[in-house]
């Protein structure tokens, strides 16, 4: 085994684990923490955390986005990197809390700090850490669904990919709309349900065609999103955050089906 | 209406305000181009020809002056036409192709300049000729090979609507006049001259194949206002 | 005429249940997206031709006062005609007028989005003048009186057999399905038309500062017929159709049709530079160019500036996952998708606009497919967060995201909330999910069941295990990539 040239390998992290991602989906948590530990890392969890503040953001009320979001400027400001599973709020924390702090130095400075020390996971495997095979096994036609953000807000794409790929016995399948988006979009699918819904269908048929038995994501929304329309269908198809499929082989908890719990 | 004044002063004041970093400077791409589709040392009229045919335009590569001549003779006899409106150039007339197309029972008549007096008549004469005229043959300024292009400048033997009013159109080229790209074209019409906006004429059409629409269910149709049809005589011999 | 903006959600609702919409918005799709993908890949480097249109873009509205003085002076000295117009209706004014001192009857029209956002042609019919679309798509629109519902493709959710009943019963010609004949039969038509029309109106789509000359980009030959034909020739432009130099055009065209319609260049692309010279056998005798502002300056003195790079190509109306399921008309105005969502609201008003920001799952698609990378999701954000600031926040949505800070500020009452959540859902969870949620979040599951509130949070579990949980000494696991 080899470090990475130039860089030191980190030891220890903060895990912004999400408010969907605590609220909805605690084994994506716990599969990120159980990997980071395989690889050697610490992981701390500052219990005052919530939210990135999204959904005020996105929705257009900008100050009630700053009263959450400048909690956050100071739960992380002592680590060197946070890590999280979402690509979303990493994109939330690196490309817009700079701006939303512009006008006050002192916090903008803070802001800027955090927002270069925050990792989305599987970019934060790739690209700090340096691996692409953490050691997973896990037997299944699976295909990959880039999120919106992780792909085009936070440009990326091929660590996911790759992660997934290197895990054993998987069979990669990727769906043909593989980027399209699910149609999730935080409170859009609740505003226009229509559109919504039309959207996900087209991503579940894409994924029918691709005949894979296991959808993987690096947002825990997107999946939210997808699953529940599968189970509504009363479609087998499991629907993994990429988390739990590199920790699959290791852990005692196994996949959740769509259909399941 | 707003007066110019009153219309920039507007512009320059939402200027101001926008601000921001908004000092853009922008180079020119060298050579007008970012990556040219053309590569160094490439068979230019072969490129040319792939090109054009794979926008539905056909290509005919000929040796000869006489060779041009008959090939645009019969082309004319099989569309069955009886009146051709053409440019008056030298390379159409050194084909000296008029005789032929009459024996071949078409009428021929060449858009030749008129004096002041006479222009008005003259333009009518021709847009009713034009109106009716089943083939238009024109030359060409230049050929493009990257996109299989036409250059055809507007001049006073050189109607804009020869290229454009027929059902079908012939355009004879010599293989000196292709140039590699859109750009070198450009430089072609800023060499040919002092100042610029003469030389750019009061039209250039750039022709890439015949008319075509998608407008009904996306699928390609052709002539819809245009030509139907675009042929490319390409005239190896060199100007003498 | 257009739908308007206020009510998207019912036309978005309407169009998701119109079938052959349905039908021509998925060939749409299949069609224009590869093809563009194609046509780009086969530029060698699309990245850095993006980057240098984009640069003359940022470069010719930065400076738009210098190139738009520089383009009048240079149209002067071509004898042609230029006008200023500040509005929609100062502009429908001076083309009037102009059409009136040509003692105009017939007005025969290419495709431009800018007479679109004027509404010229009813204007010129009330006045009595007998106005021709000329671009099929157009022309089919204009039989069927309705309006465009794509830049590109204007007619694009009507059906062959529509448009084949429509050519039969308003021009009389035999009834055909035959795509040749039908474009025949629209050719003889407007033909007779062309050769009768005293004025020609056409867009513009790059005017060129430094030689004052006008590009048009068509594909049919009508913008040729419409500039050529005509004794007066009227070409109305938004002010920021401006290039600063010849020399950007060919990068700029590039861009533009492999953008609209994966094409390496149009069938015909007609530089016109002033009106017909002495000698010239055919051409207008006079070019107007109407130069408009109509709401421009001020999104150009706004945040929002690169609104005005945009090309009017269509891109990121093929690739929007939005518009691909409700196409154009639902957008209620000129522009529709992504670009149409920023535009309409900049130029009518974000207050009976402000659903088509909020219509986005801001997924991006729209910035990766445009020539000139306008980051339209995140002007997107700027307009509603801008609606916001007006008041024009769906009801109850502000005291609710007021609350959400609260609880998010609390994580004692945050926890409390997910405790409440878990007791609340109790009788209606199966096996982890919801079928059925309270408004205002019952439309979710309408098609889609909601996931349950974990009877663990990861916080919980973090607290009696995972806290006590040690990374591994080796780091186990970790091969490492190149």
Redesign the interface.
Known sequence: ????TGRR?PTRVALF?T?L??????Q???AT??L????????D?P?????C?Q????????D??R??AQ?NLTLFADYEYVVVPSGSCTAMIRLFYPDLFAEDPHLHQQAKSLAARTYELSEFL?NV???????AAFAGKVAYHAS??LQ??LGVTEAPR?LIS?VAGVEACDAEMS???C????T?????????????E?KIASLQRAGADTLVSCDAGCL??I???L??QGMDVRVMHLAELLNTGHSAEEP?HAS?? | MSSREAFLARVRQALQTGGQSHHAEAAPAENGEIVPLVTEGEDLAARLQRELEGVGGSVARVKHVAEAAQYVTRLAKEKGAEVVVRWQSDLLDTLEIDDALRAGGANVHTASPASEAEAGNRRQEMRDLLARADLGLSGVDAVIAETGTLMLTAQPGQMRGVSLLPPVHIAVARTDQVVATFADALRAVRQSGEDMQQNLTSCISFVTGPSRTGDIELKLTVGVHGPGELHLVLLDEPST | MHLGTEGFQEHARQALKDEPLQNALHLLTNEFVPRRVAAMQALGDPEALRTQARAVKEQAVAQLDTYLEQFADNLDKLGAHVHWAHDDAEARDIITSIAQQAEAKVIVKGKSMAAEEIHLNPHLEELGYEVLETDLGEYIIQLAEETPSHIIAPAIHKTRQQIASLLHDKLGDPYTEELTDMTQIARRALRQQFLRADVGITGVNFAIADTGSIVLVTNEGNGRLSSTLPRVHIALMGMEKIIPRLDDLPVMLKVLTNSATGQKISSYVTMITGPRRAHDLDGPEELHVVVMDNGRSNILGSENREALYCLRCGACLNVCPIYQNIGGHAYGWVYPGPIGAVLTPLFTGLDTAKHLPRASTLCGACREACPVKINIPHMLLNLRRQSVSRGGAPAGEAPLFSLWAWVMRHPGLYRLGLKLARLGQMPFARRGWLGKLPPPFHSWTKSRDFKAVAPQSFRDRWQTTLQYEQPSRNGAGGGHHE
Do not use: W
């Not at chain 1, 085994?1 to 990475?4: A, G, I, N």
């Not at chain 1, 859009?188 to 996900?200: D, G, H, N, R, T």
């Open positions: 085994m080899t470090e990475p390998r684990v408010c991602g605590d609220a909805f989906y605690p994506v948590g716990e923490v159980r980071l530990h395989r690889l050697g890392i610490a992981v969890f219990l005052g955390q919530t939210c503040a959904p005020a953001f996105n929705a257009g009320f900008h009630q986005t009263l959450v909690r790739f850490v340096g691996t692409d095979d953490v050691g919106c953000h085009r807000e790759r290197r980027e399209q988006c149609g999730f979009g935080g859009f699918a609740v505003k226009y349900p229509e559109i919504s819904s039309a959207m996900l087209k939210m999103h699953a529940g329309r189970r509504r959740h399941g719990n």
